[in-house]
């Protein structure tokens, strides 16, 4: 945690900041997952406004780490005080100035969220339960899945994507965490295509 030498101003100021946000609305799409989440503007929407009432602001400020991006999330209050954080996100590869924005882009998002405790619409756990059901279900067999993402691929990245929506939230599930390195494969495969 990174803070100025006092938080005697900034504390109390953050607690009636947090008194008066609202949640931040699952308003984006999520094709991959076919869910829904709260985009940064729906976070920046939910914070701004009690955060400004309270005399505080949010700087958000991107760096390069070895093998990755920082992001250093600053919460100051008028009087100087200040709190933060700094998140990394390990990158394997030489991003492109898009997936640099995407990465940066989701530190943003739960950084604010993190350091204002704001919460997201219907956050309460379903999520969660969701998992432990999955994993009490029947194995998915994904073989014949991914004999089909493999021929998708062929065709491109739109093609491949298509199709990975078109499958279950169990059958993605499954792929992801049992041949993750696969399906990251596949995805480079496709956009080579």
């Known amino acids: 945690m990174i803070k100025s030498d006092s938080i005697t101003k900034i504390a109390p100021a953050l607690v009636k900041a947090q008194a008066t946000m609202g949640k931040a609305h699952k308003s984006a799409d999520n094709p991959f997952f076919k869910s829904k989440y709260a985009d940064l503007s729906s976070v920046m929407d939910a914070i701004s406004e009690s955060l400004h009432n309270n005399g505080l602001s949010l700087t958000q400020m991107p760096g390069k780490v070895d093998n990755g991006i920082s992001l250093t999330t600053l919460l100051i209050h008028e009087s100087g005080e200040y709190i933060g954080c700094e998140a990394v996100l390990p990158m394997t590869k030489c991003p492109t100035a898009h997936e640099l924005g995407s990465a940066l882009t989701y530190l943003r998002r739960y950084s604010a969220a993190a350091i204002t405790g704001l919460t997201q619409q219907d956050d ?70």
């Open 124 to 193: 309460d756990g379903n999520d969660a339960t969701k998992a432990e059901k999955r994993k009490e279900k029947k194995p998915v067999d994904t073989m014949i899945i991914e004999q089909t993402l493999a021929e998708a691929a062929v065709s491109g990245t739109g093609v491949l994507q298509k199709v990975w929506a078109a499958q279950t939230v169990e059958a993605r599930t499954a792929i992801v965490e049992t041949r993750n390195d696969w399906w990251m494969s596949l995805k480079d495969s496709a956009a080579a295509a």
